[in-house]
T-cell receptor, first 113, second 112 residues
């Protein structure tokens, strides 16, 4: 069990470009979560999946953001037409079932210049 | 709406002193509560959790927390802090079938 892994760990992109982050949850964890965290703030919920089904999407997630979890394994978070306000750390987490310990990855830092 | 409040943005304590970090929650259903710790540039590590049963829960690294339903609180404590405890601490709440909501965090500074 290697924990939740995220890739890339750091990404610098120009405004207007698209970026994609990948998350590999702990194997057999059926729930997968995406959070965003800016400096000095707590993680803000973006979306979560149970297996391949996206159960909820935060109002924070504009139409430029899309997340997928094909086959209920890894997940991708894509941001289209990035803006400077998208600069943040994007955290992925997974858990086995509901009301269970949620394990976080190390995060993917995005800087939009 | 559900929310978590951590009233102290920064706390400074001397090494060896006791620590209490405050957390208040607002949740319509039976809450499940967590404390996580985050070192700079890192992900979040679970310190402890409360789901049910004994309202005083023990966690890793010598931390404990007490759930007080009447006060809607879940304060984190440690009897004697170490310099390595300097980090950011997040309280979080969820219930069945819901996502976790985090507080804004408390940054802990340790004086030598």
């Amino acid at each position: 069990d290697t924990g939740v892994s995220q890739d890339p760990r750091h990404k610098i992109t120009k405004r207007g470009q698209n970026v994609t982050f990948r998350c590999d949850p702990i194997s057999e964890h059926n729930r997968l979560y995406w959070y965003r965290q800016t400096l000095g703030q707590g993680p803000e919920f973006l979306t979560y999946f149970q297996n391949e089904a996206q159960l909820e999407k935060s109002r924070l997630l504009s139409d430029r953001f899309s997340a997928e979890r094909p086959k209920g394994s890894f997940s991708t978070l894509e941001i289209q037409r990035t803006e400077q306000g998208d600069s943040a750390m994007y955290l992925c987490a997974s858990s086995l079932g509901v009301v269970n310990t949620i394990y976080f990855g190390e995060g993917s830092w995005l800087t939009v210049v | 709406a559900q929310s978590v409040t951590q009233p102290d943005i920064h706390i400074t304590v001397s090494e060896g002193a006791s620590l209490e970090l405050r957390c208040n929650y607002s949740y319509g259903a039976t809450p499940y509560l967590f404390w996580y710790v985050q070192s700079p540039g890192q992900g979040l590590q679970l310190l402890l959790k409360y789901f049910s049963g004994d309202t005083l829960v023990q966690g890793i690294k010598g931390f404990e927390a007490e759930f007080k339903r009447s006060q809607s609180s879940f304060n984190l404590r440690k009897p004697s802090v170490h310099w390595s405890d300097a980090a950011e601490y997040f309280c979080a709440v969820t219930n069945r079938d819901d996502k976790i909501i985090f507080g804004k965090g408390t940054r802990l500074h340790i004086l030598p």
